[in-house]
């Protein structure tokens, strides 16, 4: 061993690091020195593993070894501990096999070409602060795309403090107050509830305070709480329909049920007029935009009848066998009396049709990132919804190839559907990118 970087990473930043080099204690074979850089003379004043193995047991103790190629890593460390007459036992996970699990068919998962694959900027390569810094880039990706949280639920399962927090406020103090997505765990790592919140902390706190009878049961069943941060509440709405879906959370029963119920249709009626209206979703019927409930399709259909001036009568919202109340108003061309042309008429109901689907269409829906220098990208491609990643503002994303290398995939349904196409309805700041793939 000639140098070691730890960092000690939370599962969102890097809490703790001990980089150093280590003198061998013999010459440095050539092939080494032209890999890394580091030759004799460097190490010379350097400290021996013995002086540094107080520090690389403090540090990781309690902890989950997280290494590329672990194995070769972890039988290293107990090579020098043994040699100390110290037995050094750690869980461990390997970067290379979780890659493979979770990003599948990539020509190479040598750490080199796997972060540039995936646009993880790195320096220092065969530098033990430069690999092991990648690492954690990595890994924080692989974290996102474990949907189904089997590396968070093996790790509270390994933790014994989580399972001794004598109070609730413990654990609410460790939390923070950004957006994103909780897990509520019990002793043995199982999740019982998924959520999410614009402000975590807030949130946790109100099921720890609540005394309806599914809080009740959480601060009963809880051990722990872990979360992912999004930044995006878009993200956020996603992740939690997915991963309830797939988790299947005994105390999130009615999640895992379709969320929405009534949909906006159109038709053309005998006089060429297209029609609007809201009617409750049946069997296989595609909508052009979805509502949680009748009244919100309502409250849809006045706002966009007011501001592109449409007729009441053939937006299904004023039943009449003459004029609509709009066309005494002044505020309806007449469409309704065949006073307007149809053809004037529908280009403007034609937009709105297509300013609220994504049928067809190849687009980047960019939102807020977990830190400042980083923003949210949601793929739609051909009109399906493929899944979400981050990217550095440094890090330009014009083409769905670009994208994929980075994306965590999700499943494309009605639910996701509904939570794309309402948040683009009230976020009118949301970013859109048309892609020319």
């Given at each position: 061993?000639?140098?070691?970087?730890?960092?000690?990473?939370?599962?969102?930043?890097?809490?703790d690091q001990f980089i150093s080099l280590v003198n061998p204690e013999r010459e440095i074979q050539?092939?080494?020195?032209?890999?890394?850089?580091?030759?004799?003379?460097?190490?010379?004043?350097?400290?021996?593993?013995?002086?540094?193995?107080?520090?690389?047991?403090?540090?990781?103790?309690?902890?989950?070894?997280?290494?590329?190629?672990?194995?070769?890593?972890?039988?290293?460390?107990?090579?020098?501990?043994?040699?100390?007459?110290?037995?050094?036992?750690?869980?461990?996970?390997?970067?290379?096999?979780?890659?493979?699990?979770?990003?599948?068919?990539?020509?190479?998962?040598?750490?080199?070409?796997?972060?540039?694959?995936?646009?993880?900027?790195?320096?220092?390569?065969?530098?033990?602060?430069?690999?092991?810094?990648?690492?954690?880039?990595?890994?924080?990706?692989?974290?996102?795309?474990?949907?189904?949280?089997?590396?968070?639920?093996?790790?509270?399962?390994?933790?014994?403090?989580?399972?001794?927090?004598?109070?609730?406020?413990?654990?609410?103090?460790?939390?923070?107050?950004?957006?994103?997505?909780?897990?509520?765990?019990?002793?043995?790592?199982?999740?019982?509830?998924?959520?999410?919140?614009?402000?975590?902390k807030s949130r946790i706190n109100q099921h720890f305070t609540g005394q309806t009878p599914k809080?009740?049961?959480?601060?009963?069943?809880?051990?722990?709480?872990?979360?992912?941060?999004?930044?995006?509440?878009?993200?956020?709405?996603?992740?939690?329909?997915?991963?309830?879906?797939?988790?299947?959370?005994?105390?999130?029963?009615?999640?895992?049920?379709?969320?929405?119920?009534?949909?906006?249709?159109?038709?053309?009626?005998?006089?060429?007029?297209?029609?609007?209206?809201?009617?409750?979703?049946?069997?296989?019927?595609?909508?052009?935009?979805?509502?949680?409930?009748?009244?919100?399709?309502?409250?849809?259909?006045?706002?966009?009848?007011?501001?592109?001036?449409?007729?009441?009568?053939?937006?299904?919202?004023?039943?009449?066998?003459?004029?609509?109340?709009?066309?005494?108003?002044?505020?309806?061309?007449?469409?309704?009396?065949?006073?307007?042309?149809?053809?004037?008429?529908?280009?403007?109901?034609?937009?709105?049709?297509?300013?609220?689907?994504?049928?067809?269409?190849?687009?980047?829906?960019?939102?807020?990132?977990?830190?400042?220098?980083?923003?949210?990208?949601?793929?739609?491609?051909?009109?399906?919804?493929?899944?979400?990643?981050?990217?550095?503002?440094?890090?330009?994303?014009?083409?769905?190839?670009?994208?994929?290398?980075?994306?965590?995939?999700?499943?494309?349904?009605?639910?996701?559907?509904?939570?794309?196409?309402?948040?683009?309805?009230?976020?009118?700041?949301?970013?859109?990118i048309k892609l020319q793939d």
């Amino acid at each position: 061993m000639t140098e070691i970087a730890i960092y000690k990473f939370d599962g969102h930043t890097i809490i703790d690091q001990f980089i150093s080099l280590v003198n061998p204690e013999r010459e440095i074979q050539p092939f080494v020195v032209n890999l890394t850089g580091i030759n004799s003379k460097m190490l010379r004043s350097a400290p021996k593993f013995y002086e540094v193995a107080k520090r690389i047991v403090e540090i990781t103790e309690g902890c989950i070894l997280v290494a590329h190629n672990a194995q070769f890593d972890y039988r290293i460390l107990k090579t020098e501990f043994r040699r100390l007459g110290f037995d050094f036992e750690r869980e461990n996970l390997c970067t290379v096999e979780l890659s493979k699990k979770l990003i599948p068919d990539l020509p190479s998962y040598s750490l080199g070409k796997l972060v540039r694959s995936l646009g993880i900027p790195v320096s220092d390569r065969h530098r033990a602060a430069g690999d092991a810094t990648a690492t954690v880039k990595l890994f924080k990706m692989l974290l996102e795309k474990d949907v189904e949280k089997t590396i968070i639920k093996a790790a509270v399962r390994l933790d014994p403090k989580h399972q001794m927090e004598p109070k609730l406020t413990d654990i609410i103090s460790k939390l923070p107050a950004v957006t994103g997505v909780y897990y509520i765990h019990t002793a043995d790592g199982e999740i019982v509830y998924i959520g999410k919140s614009k402000n975590i902390k807030s949130r946790i706190n109100q099921h720890f305070t609540g005394q309806t009878p599914k809080s009740k049961k959480i601060q009963l069943e809880v051990a722990t709480v872990t979360y992912d941060e999004t930044g995006s509440e878009l993200v956020a709405l996603l992740k939690e329909s997915e991963e309830i879906k797939r988790n299947k959370p005994k105390l999130n029963r009615a999640l895992r049920r379709t969320v929405f119920t009534h949909g906006l249709f159109s038709f053309k009626d005998t006089e060429g007029y297209v029609n609007l209206k809201i009617d409750k979703i049946k069997g296989k019927q595609k909508p052009i935009t979805t509502f949680s409930n009748h009244e919100s399709g309502k409250s849809f259909l006045n706002k966009i009848i007011e501001k592109k001036q449409l007729c009441q009568k053939l937006c299904g919202l004023y039943k009449t066998n003459n004029s609509c109340f709009g066309y005494d108003i002044k505020t309806c061309a007449g469409a309704c009396v065949s006073e307007e042309p149809a053809e004037d008429y529908n280009k403007r109901v034609l937009s709105i049709i297509e300013s609220h689907t994504f049928k067809n269409q190849n687009m980047i829906l960019i939102d807020y990132g977990r830190d400042v220098d980083e923003r949210s990208a949601i793929l739609i491609e051909n009109g399906v919804f493929r899944g979400y990643a981050y990217f550095n503002l440094n890090f330009q994303i014009h083409t769905t190839a670009v994208l994929k290398s980075i994306i965590t995939p999700m499943e494309h349904n009605k639910d996701a559907q509904h939570i794309i196409q309402s948040f683009m309805r009230r976020h009118k700041r949301l970013k859109i990118i048309k892609l020319q793939d």
